[in-house]
């Protein structure tokens, strides 16, 4: 079976879109009963902040050249002859298409080549509009995102989104229902070393790009408010908080007047960042606005970390896992003093974690539940 999986990037480009897609399409690949392309822009060197580990890839990539906007959103250079060049190079017809979001003008573009395709599928991933600060350029945003979603629903004969909280947000704004397609981890990428025996678990981590919207920010404060609690109660032993990521907001950090050693690692190749959540203790994550089951959470979970978090779409099923507590943003200190106690061994979190992950979480069991005949 032929497959197209349209998207804006790949790995190294850092997201959970472009990790998605790679593991989607990896595992479709490697079951020898699917032909993979995945049309995308190619992530210009010049933004990588990292030397990157080789990345396998197992499917065929073609790479339209594209203007990059804001270091996020790839325009289409469709009056380049490279453009048509690699317009030519796809198949006439392909089984499934998949398109990765609403955002990205290549999407449009091909849901009009492929409209006549039996299986065209819209995969939504955001809960909310791009939050912009400007707003002249939040209204650009705004018409910008209301033609995608517009084309899309137009040209897509089935719509999913990753979790419930997308799947609310996009079947209003289009009147149209979108099933439930979750976002998976692959435990193929996690080989647990020896971990060391600590006395607390006091180790934080923060995963994810320094823009609106990710909470850095509020992380970073809710880290500060739990040494502060911990300072006046007389307590030695205080978290330390390691950052990985890249993004505007970096140029904030040093207004924060915060109570902590702070290690930022900047932008990390993906087994750097597994490695991380390894030496980590405890993953934090805090949102503003609804979000999905993120891939950090559940890369977290594999590695056996404790996730403290904002409410996350799916929690429902979540709350049943024992590494994972959530909160409302101004309960998050008082969760990292709770998590710091817990007597588990590194060992017995990562076996319930994986517990966890293997319910239904796994690219093994997505790509079996896309395949059949409606999801």
Not at 6 to 19: M, S, Y
Not at 154 to 173: M, R
Not at 183 to 212: A, M, Q, Y
Request: aromatic content about 10%; some cysteine; overall charge neutral.
């Amino acid at each position: 079976m032929r497959v197209l999986i349209v998207t804006n990037f790949l790995p190294p480009k850092i997201g959970g879109i472009e990790r998605l897609t790679h593991e989607l399409a990896c595992v479709l690949q490697k079951s020898g009963q699917h032909k993979v392309t995945v049309a995308c822009a190619k992530w210009p060197e010049k933004f990588m902040k990292t030397t990157w580990a080789p990345i396998k890839i197992p499917y065929q990539v073609t790479h339209f050249p594209s203007n990059i906007v804001s270091k996020r959103l790839p325009i289409p250079s469709f009056w380049r002859a490279s453009f048509w060049r690699a317009m030519k190079s796809l198949e006439a017809e392909y089984e499934i298409v998949i398109y990765q979001s609403h955002l990205f003008a290549l999407n449009w573009l091909l849901a009009f080549k492929y409209r006549n395709c039996p299986r065209r599928i819209w995969i939504s991933h955001g809960c909310n509009y791009i939050p912009v600060e400007s707003r002249l350029i939040g209204l650009a945003s705004l018409i910008y995102e209301r033609i995608g979603m517009l084309m899309l629903r137009l040209l897509s004969n089935e719509f999913l989104a990753s979790s419930q909280n997308a799947s609310n947000w996009i079947s209003q704004k289009v009147s149209e229902e979108f099933e439930i397609f979750a976002n998976s981890v692959n435990l193929e990428l996690f080989h647990s070393p020896i971990f060391d025996v600590r006395p607390k678990k006091t180790k934080v981590l923060f995963v994810g790009r320094f823009v609106e919207g990710k909470g850095v920010l509020e992380c970073i404060q809710s880290v500060s408010q739990a040494n502060m609690r911990l300072q006046n109660q007389g307590e030695p032993l205080l978290f330390d908080l390691a950052i990985i990521g890249a993004g505007p907001l970096e140029s904030k950090f040093r207004d924060i007047d915060a109570s902590l050693d702070i290690h930022f690692k900047g932008e990390l190749d993906h087994p750097m960042v597994i490695s991380s959540m390894f030496a980590a203790d405890i993953l934090i994550q805090a949102y503003r606005q609804p979000e999905g089951l993120t891939t950090v959470t559940l890369e977290g979970l594999a590695a056996g970390m404790l996730i403290v978090t904002t409410p996350l779409s799916g929690d429902e099923q979540l709350v049943q896992c024992p590494n994972y507590e959530q909160g409302e943003l101004e309960d998050l200190p008082n969760i990292l003093l709770k998590m710091r106690e817990r007597s588990e061994s590194r060992e017995e979190l990562v076996k319930s974690g994986r517990e966890f992950i293997e319910t239904g979480f796994t690219w093994e069991i997505a790509a079996k539940i896309l395949l059949r005949s409606g999801v």
